[in-house]
Each structure stands twice: as structure tokens, then as C-alpha cells.
């Protein structure tokens, strides 16, 4: 089991119940990041099992992120969040190298079911 998470999302609240779901679940938030560039250096920094990346944030978008994490580290496991359930940025995602897509609002059993497949 995955024990270390980075969230990343450039809504506060978002990450706040993220972390939450995770932490009641028995899972480690290993970091968070507010934007993509961020998201990219706290990977770097912290190296975590798992990062749930939101697509639209400011600065860089979380599919570019994830290219840089995955060029960074091909074995890089991210599962990718985003209130736009757009089929194009599914399959975008996807085809950068993402394990798995939650669209928002989360329900929590989703999001650990998500963590969960993602980390086997």
C-alpha cells in the first residue's frame, strides 16, 4: 500500500479534502502543491508513491506536470483529478502516462479506490 501522497491542486479547500479522505484512511500526504510548477519540485523533493494531480491549475497545467514528472521519472505513478470531465483531457492524461482519472466533487470511496488500484 501506497503511504506517502502528494496532492496537488490549486484550490485549498480541495487539497484539505483530499488530505482528509486520505489521512482517515491511513495514508501519509507527503506534500502538497498549489500549481504545476510546484507540483514538479515537491516530487522531485519528497519522491512519493502516488501524486493525484488536478488539470487545471495556474502556472503549468497538471498534464504538463505530468510529462515533466514522468520525464523526471518514468516509474512516477499519478492519478489525475479535475472537475472537467472532458474526454479529451482523459485520454490526453492518459496517454501522458496517468494510471487513473477522478472527476470533481470527489466521493471519498472513490478517490481510495482510485489510490488504491493505482498503487498495486
Known sequence: MAKNILICDDAAFMRMMIKDILTKNG???AGEAE???KAVEK???VKPDL???DI???EMDGIQALKKIKEADPGAVVVM???M???AMVIESI???AKDFIVKPFQADRVLEAVKKAVQ
Open 95 to 97: 496517454q501522458a502516462g
Open 27 to 29: 495514508y501519509t500526504v
Open 56 to 58: 487545471t491549475m495556474p
Open 51 to 53: 501524486v493525484l494531480m
Open 35 to 37: 500549481n504545476g510548477l
Open 85 to 87: 470531465g472532458q474526454q
Open 81 to 83: 483529478c479535475s472537475a
Open 43 to 45: 516530487y522531485n523533493e
